[in-house]
């Protein structure tokens, strides 16, 4: 390995001798090669042997003969011992006195030749931001993470930062015991890096979770924040609602806007009122998690940014709560991350890393926060509610209220089904459960026809169970038809009819499975979600949902997990993008439409080709769940749309799939 060198061809000031634990460099002056040379000196090797087996004499000169390549060991030995006598332990630097005195050098072992690489550590330059990885750590090591993109210490800590407790297993060959030691000699170099290694970075876990998770997190206002060590940036401490604590002075025990008659709810301070209130939702977990994020999101402006509690607030500081979301704090805002990491921050950026609420998500917090204020001035734990006197932020009046734009026209919807067909059959049956590819086409294709027949929601897909599905009483043996029951939006419960091809696709889905889909009785129906991975990732989060999971009489699954929601939607928004890119039988048209579809596009086109084949509108509203019939009659007016447009096509001669000028 050659020596790394400056542009003006001197040795630059740092260099790379490791310790043999940590893969921590030496920077002082000396490389790999020159330690590992030097350990080969001290067990008697001869400086021939080590010029050829360590050296270029082309690009090092102190090897070109065996003497010069003596004297160069010989005076990187000098150096180290006089680093080890002055920063080396007093036992350390005593042998090596007794040593110089007895032979006029000091005689190393193999131990002790490590005691003092140690020691010489503590006279070492210190390591900075910029530095590059591979002054500091392995060559090897080094080349690993540069492959990631990461060129300097700084880039290090902020990738680890910005990954989390798993920042090493994006690396090749970085296993969690030398992640451990790299991010402890990070820690230790905070000050002289002048950053911050996150506490949850390489911290105790039980369950897969760090159990800084488990610590309770007081906020105080940005006033109070003091700067610390000078390198360190004024940092904002927020948690989530589950891990936050606040100064008593700000907690709202006494505060101005509490109502002195008796109060309904057992609350002592602002936290217990806002846990009470969420309590109300908790058999609504969409709702809560809503309602959560819009409340913490309030409490932790108030005390942070405002410096006041939540039942101290008045009109005034409401409005600029009202701006606030116009344009959130930066410290507020940050990529996704689990609540439990301390990088988790109460607004999620955007791709372009602003934070921005849409006029219509503001209307909507308003009224979150106005609803919940009304309910603790109700039960007697405020005494009035500022949020009245504010007015909803003004919003534009869409002419849909739904996009379905992305609704698959009737060709392209037949070609994905004849795609979906032809890429989930195998050659035969054994080659089935081999197919890892096929299992995956055989689940997106049950997916996308539950949705794109029978008009589900992604969350009703995800969730329909097979016990909910039977046999319709009023179909014929010539038709058939079966029946799906599930609960929709706002807990209504509704029946849906499944189409034969996607009884078809569940039961290939099920085989995928290793369950029979139509081994059901009267006495013993087959229960389980619809549709579940064949295949559990590897990884905590999957093995801490799938864990609980036991075993059945007949050994089977006893309560299998299925998808979820999200789940579903990236599973099928990754297959989805592999057709567009690779299907030979699309237009640039229909490629581009393609490419724009997600999962809900799918419940989408059920409305659109069902108005489209004359299947009352009445019909497609029971069906799909609406309310409203004047949300069905949508469908209506995009199809009268899509006439339009295609005879517009038409009279300009332009060919289907192209696009008019």
Known sequence: MAERRSSSGKTPPFGTAVTDVADIAIPRGFTTKDFTALRAYVQRIAPAIIARTYYDPDEDPHAATPAAMERYL?????????????????????????SIRQHGQPKLTAVTFRMVTEAAQLAAAAPHAEHPVGAWLRPRLARRLKGEGIATLGELVAFCNRRGPSWWRSIPRIGRGRARAIVSWLRKQQANLQLTVEIDIDSEERDGVPLVADEVVEVVPESYIEGGASWEKKRLTLAPLERLSVPYSLSGADGENRSTAF??????????????????????????????????????????????????????????????LKNPDPRFVGERFARHSPRWRPFAASTNGSASLSAESQRYTVRVLRTAFTWWVDVRYLGGNPWKAVNDPPVIKRERAMQIERALPAALWRKLRGELDARCLDKDAAQRRESKSGVQWRAVRAAILLMGDSGLRREEAANARRENLRPSPYGTLERPVWELTIVGKGQRERTVPVSAATLNALRAHWLDRAQDFDRATEADLQSGPLLGPVVIPWTDASRRRHRAVGQGSEGRQASEVGYTADGLNRLISRMVTELVETMTDLSLGERVQLGGVNAHAFRHTFGTQSVADEVPVDVVQKVLGHASLQTTTIYVQAEKQRVVEEVARYYAGVPAGKVAR
């Not at 010989?74 to 007794?98: F, I």
């Open 74 to 98: 010989k005076a990187m030995l000098d150096t180290l011992v006089q680093l080890a006598l002055a920063h080396g332990s007093a036992a350390l630097a005593e042998h090596l006195r007794a």
């Open 263 to 324: 109060c309904y709810i057992k609350a002592n301070h602002d936290l217990d009122a806002v846990r009470a209130y969420l309590n109300r939702f908790r058999d609504q977990p969409k709702t809560l998690r809503a309602y959560t994020k819009e409340l913490e999101r309030f409490l932790l402006w108030a005390v942070v940014l405002r410096g006041k509690a939540l039942s101290d607030l008045r009109v005034d500081d409401c409005e600029a709560y009202k701006d606030f």
